[in-house]
Structures are given as structure tokens and as C-alpha cells.
């Protein structure tokens, strides 16, 4: 169990009966009264963002959330197989786990697959993927200075916005976070 003073950013805990994790603290020491600790947490399975004062003293429990490295490998029907590296146990996640993350899927990729109670809840991608570029309007030559961009479709079916002089078949470095172009790879 953890105490009050033990609550942090990244801290995961159990509040009836799902997992959040807290996003935001402050500690509260008023001139009159017991102290609490106000904080912001993010359920880990909707999303949903939940803001709640605990009391000094109070215990919360920790929500039974382990990260497991897997490499993606292959779409199947409405879901994606994931093979566990350590044990080489396959997993088939929905949509749901998988979220976001499908745009940066491509073959043999490693990722982060957060479980809850043996259950897959969320995928985390790298930071920054290659990604090849399959389709985008013709580029030009010498227009490397301006900072007009235009659509790219990228081989998952993700859509970029980049620099003029970005052509067909070209290798980019995508960040994940927020899906936006970071650089060519040569």
C-alpha cells in the first residue's frame, strides 16, 4: 500500500478497481486543518482524467501494471499479433489496446504493451520511427527554405505533413508523440 507521501508523477494506483496514473500532485499544508494532497490521474484503460484530494495518512493501492517489451508482427482480422521477446508468447490486441500506435506499426518494431492484470491495455511506440513515403505530390528542387509543407502518405497509411522537397519513395524519421516529420533518413 502507499501512503500519501509516496504519490508522484508516474505513480500507479488502484481506484475502484482500474488503474490510473498520477499525471499532476501538489501537497497542501493549510494554516488551519489537516494537510492533503491534491492530484490529477489518468485512467490507463478510457483515458478518462480524474482529479481527487487525499487526505494525510490515507493509503491507496498499487494498481498490478507491468510493462513488457514485444515486437509487432503481423495485422490479423481486426486485431495485431505482438510476440513477447522473453518468452515468445503471441498476443492478439484489439483496437482498443492498440490505439494510436496502429499508424507507426510496421513489421518487427518493438514496443511497449502495458498489462493490467495479464490483460493488454495500451501500446507505447518509440519515440521516432522510419517510415517510407508512398504517395505525395511532386517535390521541388532548391525549396528547402521555406516552411510550406504539404501532405505525405506514409507506408501504414499515415498521413504527414512535409517539406516541399520531400518526394516519393523518400525515408523519414517520424516522431510518435505527435506524429509530425522530423527529418530525412539517408
Sequence with gaps: MYETSDIRKGLKVLIDKQPYNVVDFQFVKPGKGQAFTRTKMKNMITGA???RTFKSGEKLAPADVESSEMQYLYPEGDGWVFMNTKSYDQMTLDADAVGD?????????????QLFDGN???????TFV?????????????DSTSNVQKP???????MVQVPLFVEQDTKLKIDTRTGTYVERVK
Design 120 to 126: 493488454p491495455i495500451a501500446v507505447t511506440p518509440p
Design 152 to 158: 505525405a502518405k506514409m507506408e501504414t497509411g499515415l
Design 130 to 142: 522510419e517510415m517510407m513515403v508512398i504517395e505525395t505530390e511532386p517535390g521541388f528542387k532548391g
Design 49 to 51: 482524467v480524474l482529479e
Design 101 to 113: 500506435c496502429k499508424h507507426y506499426l510496421l513489421d518487427g518494431l518493438m514496443v511497449e504493451v
